[in-house]
T-cell receptor
């Protein structure tokens, strides 16, 4: 079955520290991977996506993610956390044969001053 | 860039009434729209996929007679919650795919609708 798993429902970092949010997927066909951010009572904003090509993807707000096929992972990183990064983050995956976007469970990022 | 407008952002209705939520793609033609439901502190659960001009495809466990989806044009999809009950209270989000973004599997999300049934 095709699925996506986010390890860690809650991540807390200090301002200025490295942010690492983990995402693993399960698929028998090539995946297309996304990271979204959601602020309270709002929709989702796309941070970055991987479809084809370069496996290191740079997104908005200083975030980046690397697609590692051998590890079936697409972890999100940011070198230095800002207070404004505190939000809910969702990893999502879709596959060419369905078009459905499947979401991970989400990770709440807390940034401490 | 692609913009999806979702309306209303908040709605409170009485138990037993119906509520319609609209999702419009403002600057592109959305060949496919998706409707999600999100409970507090949880992820998005796909309810249904709708393609313009055809019947929506519902996910397992979603009552199609309760959650009516219409995708009559390439820019508008509606979700109607019929005979709403308090357990239908949730955050509903639409997503649209189409136009130039679809080449790279782009999905654009609406801002969501907070439904409260009293």
């Amino acid at each position: 079955a095709q699925s996506v798993t986010q390890l860690g429902s809650h991540v807390s970092v200090s301002e200025g520290a490295l942010v690492l949010l983990r995402c693993n997927y399960s698929s028998s066909v090539p995946p297309y991977l996304f990271w979204y951010v959601q602020y309270p009572n709002q929709g989702l904003q796309l941070l970055l996506k991987y479809t084809t090509g370069a496996t290191l993807v740079k997104g908005i707000n200083g975030f980046e993610a690397e697609f590692k096929k051998s590890e079936t992972s697409f972890h999100l990183t940011k070198p230095s956390a800002h207070m404004s990064d505190a939000a809910e983050y969702f990893c999502a995956v879709t596959f060419s044969n369905t078009g459905k976007l499947i979401f991970g469970q989400g990770t709440t990022l807390q940034v401490k001053p | 860039g692609a913009v999806v407008s979702q309306h209303p952002s908040r709605v409170i209705c009485k138990s037993g009434t119906s509520v319609k939520i609209e999702c419009r793609s403002l600057d592109f033609q959305a060949t496919t729209m998706f409707w999600y439901r999100q409970f507090p502190k949880q992820s998005l659960m796909l309810m249904a996929t709708s393609n313009e001009g055809s019947k929506a495809t519902y996910e397992q466990g979603v009552e199609k007679d309760k959650f009516l989806i219409n995708h009559a044009s390439l820019t508008l999809s509606t979700l109607t919650v019929t005979s709403a009950h308090p357990e239908d209270s949730s955050f509903y989000i639409c997503s649209a795919r189409g136009g130039p973004l679809s080449v790279n599997y782009g999905y654009t999300f609406g801002s969501g609708t907070r439904l409260t049934v009293v």
